[in-house]
C-alpha cells in the first residue's frame, strides 16, 4: 500500500511539473517578440513578414497578447532600436544624435516608446516626429537631437530615466520585401553624445 501512494505520488508530482514547466514555455514563447522571423540592420531590429500571410505562429501568439498592431505587407515596415550603435542600452538620462538617412520612402514616423511599445506622457506632448516636420541640412540628411532636456535644431524629448525604444516606421517602402539584405548605413545612426 505504502509503494502505490509513493507512485501515486510521484505521478502526481511529474503531472504537476510537465504542466508547470509547459505553462511557463509557452508564456516565455510570447512573453516578447520572437527570434524567429527577426532582422537585425545595425542597432535597428524588424520583423518583416509580422504583417504578411505567412506570419509564424510565435509572432501571431505574441501579436494577440497585446496593442501591436503590425504594418501589412504592402504598406511598410516598423524597425525598432533598443541600443545604440555602439550596443548599449538606450537610457533617458543621455543625449542622443540620430543622423544620415532613411531609405527611400513615401513617409516615415520616429517615436519614442517605453520598452512594451507604449509611448510616453511627455511634458511637451510630443513623442516623436514625421518626415514632413523634419527640418535637414544643405544635404538633405537628418540630424534629430533625442535628450530629455531641450536641444537645438530637431529635439525628440525624452523619459528623464529609464530604458525607451525608438520605433521608426517606414510607410510604402521598397525595403519591406528585403529587409535582410538592408545596409545599416541606409538607416540612422544613434550615437550616444553623453551620458551623466
Known sequence: MKAEAV???HLAYLIALGAGLGLASAHFAVAGRPLLGMAQIGAWTTWPRSGGRDIDPYMRAYLARGVHLPLGAGEGLELIAERDDEGATLDGRCRYALTGSTPTTRGWT???TDVDGRPFSLPLDRSGFT???I???ESGSLRIAA???PQTGNWLPLPTSGRFQF???LYDTPIATQAAETRAESLPRIE???CP
Do not use: C
Request: hydrophobic share 50%; glycine share 0%; charged share 45%.
Open 7 to 9: 507512485r501515486v505520488f
Open 110 to 112: 520616429l517615436t519614442v
Open 131 to 133: 518626415d514632413a516636420e
Open 135 to 137: 527640418v535637414r541640412d
Open 147 to 149: 535628450a530629455a532636456t
Open 167 to 169: 520605433r521608426l516606421r
Open 192 to 194: 550616444r553624445i553623453d
